[in-house]
């Protein structure tokens, strides 16, 4: 029997708290979160506080964000985010965000995962693991061939780039063709997973941006399984323009929780982390993010498909 994943908070979700961070893990820890994922505040906050805070609770440090180019200078001793890691122990950094052009041909997502090999065997040195968090452009069609070679060869502007990526992926999903729950070779995301290896590189499959691509967020966790353990409980819905997805309360939009809490026990992953990337109130979101993981966690709702379990935020 699969072992549920445990709760989770990425604390991006309530970086408007006039609370310190210290005060922020006693909080979400008082709400029932059994772990954490730091994100800017962290680099700014007193560690050893922090710390404290973290042994007190009982609350588990699960990951820190740090953009690639922070823990490329931190292997070469240019910042203190090893040092900081060490601190509070925590033996995963999340890379949050990675530019689009770095996904939209194999060349580029070659060289990319070349760079991600580099940092993880510098990190293998401190006992730390690194990670992506998926963003919907990972999963957008790259360029085919010439026009691939086009974009990785000559300084065509980013946002052309981007703005192709986009309406490929718009065709792609008005294509009566298009199977959300198969996750395509031509994509970053495919194309990452299969040029990396588990020693270089886990993955945080946020079930928000898998769903504003066009794609059923379970698949993407079992595309990745025994290699994600940390899944971003996120909701969004759509805007109604051009294919667009916008942030939701939990429970409101267009994610299938009960499908990926299946998905999550099914590929051994450890952490479900809750976020909320624009909440009214921040510590409202703690507790609505506590009460749709406690379900989600629970292991008993989850079974049953459709709509039960899906959290209601209070309003």
């Not at 008005?174 to 959300?180: F, G, I, K, M, S």
Request: net charge negative.
């Amino acid at each position: 029997m699969e072992r549920p994943p445990r709760p989770a908070i990425q604390l991006y979700s309530v970086r408007e708290s006039t609370d310190s961070l210290p005060d922020v893990i006693r909080r979400v820890a008082d709400a029932g979160f059994e772990g954490v994922e730091f994100a800017t505040r962290f680099f700014e906050a007193d560690v050893d506080a922090v710390a404290d805070a973290l042994d007190e609770t009982g609350v588990v440090p699960v990951a820190v964000h740090a953009d690639l180019s922070t823990v490329e200078a931190a292997v070469e001793g240019e910042n203190d985010l090893l040092d900081r890691l060490d601190a509070v122990g925590c033996d995963r950094v999340v890379v949050p965000h990675i530019s689009e052009r770095e996904f939209q041909t194999r060349w580029a997502v070659r060289s990319l995962s070349y760079r991600i090999a580099d940092a993880a065997h510098e990190l293998d040195a401190h006992d730390v693991d690194l990670g992506y968090h998926t963003i919907r452009h990972d999963l957008y069609p790259m360029y085919p061939g010439v026009v691939g070679q086009l974009f990785d060869r000559t300084p065509v502007p980013q946002g052309v780039a981007n703005l192709g990526g986009e309406a490929l992926a718009r065709l792609r999903r008005a294509d009566p063709r298009h199977d959300p729950t198969e996750i395509p070779s031509k994509s970053g995301f495919w194309n990452l997973f299969a040029r990396t290896t588990p020693d270089d590189l886990f993955f945080e499959v946020d079930v928000g941006e898998v769903t504003a691509a066009g794609f059923d967020p379970a698949a993407a966790i079992e595309l990745a399984a025994g290699r994600v353990p940390l899944v971003h409980v996120r909701d969004v819905t759509p805007t109604g323009r051009f294919g667009t997805y916008e942030n939701a309360d939990p429970g409101t939009g267009a994610v299938d929780f009960d499908a990926v809490a299946r998905a999550a026990r099914e590929s051994g992953t450890e952490w479900l982390v809750y976020e909320h990337d624009d909440p009214t109130d921040p510590h409202q979101t703690v507790e609505d993010g506590a009460a749709l993981l406690s379900r989600l966690c629970g292991g008993s709702e989850t079974d049953a498909p459709g709509e039960a379990a899906r959290a209601e935020p209070s309003r």
